[in-house]
Structures are given as structure tokens and as C-alpha cells.
């Protein structure tokens, strides 16, 4: 997992000097503070893929940080323009392009991206007993566009956005070898559609930091609301509430808390429905008209910048709160390991290694935070 909050980050620390270095002057580790908040040029970034649904694979993306011709009292990072693109086993890829533009000092984010995502995945349908033992490969072949703003209210941690979505796919099931009939059946289940949503964000946002936090609050609530009138195939609306805490219990120990839930309203493309989100857990491989996911995290640190991980949770996804003892569950161990790669901007990279439903294993790679 990369965290593109890396763009948002800020820091309070002076100009470094022109020369760059990758050692901490202050303890003389391995550091890529200096190099981060100082680089202006090219840098590439090459991250593993271990999604479980998608299979192993790599991503790559080439950053271009546009020099500030302004300079603020307090630190405003770069715009940053970048190309990516990724490749897995199961021969998904996608490959686009990305703009983060910051106006004034930290007053107003713009992010931009143009992707166009190939996916392929198993649905194991939306409680459908059939699908969840026998599930189908599905094909994506997709475009996608966003553009999110948002801006600060005041001097407040109170920050109001919104965020435009275009998503157009055309979607196509695997064919069954030696089942003539029963494919000419699913050919006909191939369609077109789209999706064009508008999403109004509210966010309340206290953390002490934007990469790895260690104390404070984010607390979301947005809606994604897709209609007809928007150029979208389908209408329909998904009301999300995020909720992420973050409490220090002693000087070497400290914790994370998140509660997240998506409750769809209206007729939504199979694929748009809400899924259960937990490392170990395949994505898209729990959905329901409703999920609700919690989860907590836990980290020692051991010695120095590195620090051990233990981490624990569940979600289940519903058909409704009358049905909801009847919805599909699922739920998550692991642990892993974090070195502090940029202690100026406070940020932690390492490996988690995840057990889903006691059954999937999935690694991941993660820098910054998990959530």
C-alpha cells in the first residue's frame, strides 16, 4: 500500500541544504526526510502488488514536483504530476496519469487523475448461494476520472469537499469450457455501464500527522451520489461514515482504532456495491447492500525507528438491518513490522503479513498508514 496523503504532508522543519542526503544527521540512519521534502525533479516510485483478488504483481509511478515559486511561513509542499501503472499475475493493469495541486497556504487541495484500469476478479455474487461456491471471473475493461477539492473552513479542523467520479466499463463474464448452452446464457449478462457521481465530503481532522498519525481524530461522512441526470447508467446513492482514532498508550506503545460503514441506497452495477475492506480479506469478496467494518492496531517499538505490529478485526456485509443475522462475516489477524523511514515527516514503512477468515494469506507493503 502507498499513501498518496504524501502529497498533502506537511512540516514545520526549515529548507535543508541543496546537497542531498539519504543519512539522519541526527542519528546517522537510513532517511529519506531531506530527500522528500527537499527534491524538486523526477522520482520514481516502484511499489509490489499483493492483493489477493488481483494476484502479485508491480506498480511503478514517475513523480514530477513542480517548484513553489511562492514560499509561505509555514511548510506547503510541492505539486506533484505523475504517470503510473501496474500489472498482476492475473493479468489485470491499468496505467494513468495524476495532478496535486495545492492554491495558498494549504487553503484549497485539487487532486486530478485519468486512469484506464483492465480488472479481473472473481464475484462471488451479492449472498447468493450458488455464486459464493462457485464464482465467476469477471472482466473490467474500464476508463476512469476524478477530480476532488476540498477546502478548510476557517481556522477550524473542519474541512467541507467534494469529489466527481466517471467510471465507464464495459463488463464481461468468463465463458464455461465444454458449456455451450449455459455460455450463450452468460454472453447475454455482458453489458456496458457507467457510473457518474458527485460525493460532498464533511471531514473533521485532528491528527498530529498525515502519514503515520500517533494521536488524534479523522471523522468522515460523505455521500456518492450517482443519477441518470449525471450521465450515469444507474441511480443510486452510498452514505459512508469513517471514523479513525488514534491514542498513544505509553511512550513505546501505541494504538489505532477505525470503524467504517456503506450503506447503498437505491439499484447500483454489481460491481458498486459495498465490500468488506481488511488486509487478508480478498477485495470484493465479501459485498452486501450495507457493510460495516471495525478494526484495531496495536505497535511496540522494539528498538530505536523499528517497532513490531499486531493488528485484529471484523466486518460483515448485509442485505439489510433486518437480515443482518443472516449477512456474511469476516475477520482478520496479522502482524508485521514499520522502520521509520522520514523522521522529519514522521513516516513509518514496513510489511504486514495478514490471515483472513483463517484460510487467505496476503503480505503487504505498506508506507505511511494501513487505513
Known amino acids: 500500500m502507498v499513501n498518496f496523503n504524501l502529497i498533502y504532508a506537511q512540516s514545520d522543519s526549515t529548507k535543508a541544504k541543496a546537497k542531498i542526503s539519504f543519512k539522519d544527521q541526527e542519528d546517522g540512519a537510513l532517511d529519506l526526510s531531506q530527500f522528500l521534502l527537499d527534491h524538486n525533479g523526477v522520482l520514481p516510485v516502484i511499489a509490489p502488488i499483493t492483493e489477493p483478488a488481483v494476484g502479485y504483481g508491480g506498480g511503478g509511478a514517475i513523480l514530477y514536483f513542480h517548484k513553489r515559486k511562492k514560499q509561505y511561513k509555514s511548510y506547503v509542499p510541492p505539486d506533484v504530476s505523475g504517470l503510473l501503472g501496474l500489472y498482476t499475475q492475473n493479468k489485470t493493469w491499468g496505467a494513468g496519469a495524476f495532478h496535486a495541486h495545492i492554491f495558498g497556504e494549504n487553503r484549497v487541495r485539487t487532486f486530478t487523475v485519468l486512469f484506464k484500469p483492465d480488472i479481473r476478479y472473481k464475484y462471488y455474487g451479492?449472498?447468493?448461494?450458488?455464486?459464493?461456491?462457485?464464482?465467476?471471473?469477471?472482466?473490467?475493461?474500464?476508463?476512469?476520472?476524478?477530480?476532488?477539492?476540498?477546502?478548510?473552513?476557517?481556522?477550524?479542523?473542519?474541512?467541507?469537499?467534494?469529489?466527481?467520479?466517471?467510471?465507464?466499463?464495459?463488463?464481461?463474464?468468463?465463458?464455461?469450457?465444454?458449456?455451450?448452452?449455459?455460455?450463450?446464457?452468460?454472453?447475454?449478462?455482458?453489458?456496458?455501464?457507467?457510473?457518474?457521481?458527485?460525493?460532498?465530503?464533511?471531514?473533521?481532522?485532528?491528527?498530529?500527522?498525515?502519514?503515520?498519525?500517533?494521536?488524534?481524530?479523522?471523522?468522515?461522512?460523505?455521500?456518492?451520489?450517482?443519477?441518470?441526470?449525471?450521465?450515469?447508467?444507474?441511480?443510486?446513492?452510498?452514505?459512508?461514515?469513517?471514523?479513525?482514532?488514534?491514542?498513544?498508550?505509553?511512550?513505546?506503545?501505541?494504538?489505532?482504532?477505525?470503524?467504517?460503514?456503506?450503506?447503498?441506497?437505491?439499484?447500483?452495477?454489481?460491481?458498486?456495491?459495498?465490500?468488506?475492506?481488511?488486509?487478508?480479506?480478498?477485495?470484493?469478496?465479501?459485498?452486501?447492500?450495507?457493510?460495516?467494518?471495525?478494526?484495531?492496531?496495536?505497535?511496540?517499538?522494539?528498538?530505536?525507528?523499528?517497532?513490531?505490529?499486531?493488528?485484529?478485526?471484523?466486518?460483515?456485509?448485509?442485505?439489510?438491518?433486518?437480515?443482518?443475522?443472516?449477512s456474511e462475516w469476516a475477520y482478520t489477524f496479522g502482524t508485521g513490522f514499520r522502520y521509520k523511514i522520514a523522521r522529519l515527516l514522521g513516516v513509518n514503512m514496513g510489511t504486514d503479513f495478514a490471515w483472513g477468515n483463517g484460510k487467505d494469506f496476503a503480505f503487504y507493503v505498506v508506507f505511511g498508514s494501513s487505513w
Open 126 to 326: 451479492n449472498n447468493s448461494a450458488i455464486l459464493e461456491k462457485n464464482p465467476i471471473g469477471i472482466n473490467l475493461d474500464s476508463w476512469a476520472f476524478m477530480q476532488k477539492a476540498e477546502v478548510r473552513l476557517g481556522r477550524s479542523k473542519f474541512y467541507a469537499g467534494a469529489t466527481y467520479t466517471y467510471f465507464t466499463t464495459d463488463v464481461t463474464f468468463d465463458t464455461l469450457p465444454n458449456k455451450p448452452l449455459i455460455n450463450e446464457i452468460i454472453k447475454r449478462l455482458n453489458i456496458n455501464s457507467t457510473i457518474s457521481a458527485i460525493k460532498p465530503t464533511i471531514t473533521y481532522d485532528s491528527r498530529n500527522n498525515a502519514f503515520t498519525p500517533t494521536k488524534g481524530i479523522k471523522s468522515e461522512i460523505s455521500a456518492n451520489i450517482s443519477a441518470k441526470w449525471l450521465g450515469s447508467s444507474d441511480n443510486f446513492s452510498t452514505l459512508n461514515t469513517d471514523f479513525f482514532s488514534y491514542l498513544p498508550v505509553s511512550a513505546k506503545v501505541n494504538s489505532a482504532w477505525r470503524f467504517q460503514g456503506s450503506y447503498l441506497l437505491g439499484d447500483a452495477p454489481f460491481f458498486a456495491y459495498p465490500f468488506i475492506s481488511l488486509r487478508g480479506i480478498p477485495a470484493m469478496r465479501y459485498q452486501g447492500d450495507n457493510t460495516m467494518v471495525a478494526e484495531s492496531e496495536w505497535s511496540y517499538n522494539v528498538y530505536k525507528r523499528w517497532s513490531l505490529i499486531g493488528f485484529g478485526g471484523g466486518g460483515t456485509a448485509f442485505s439489510g438491518f433486518k437480515d443482518s443475522d443472516k
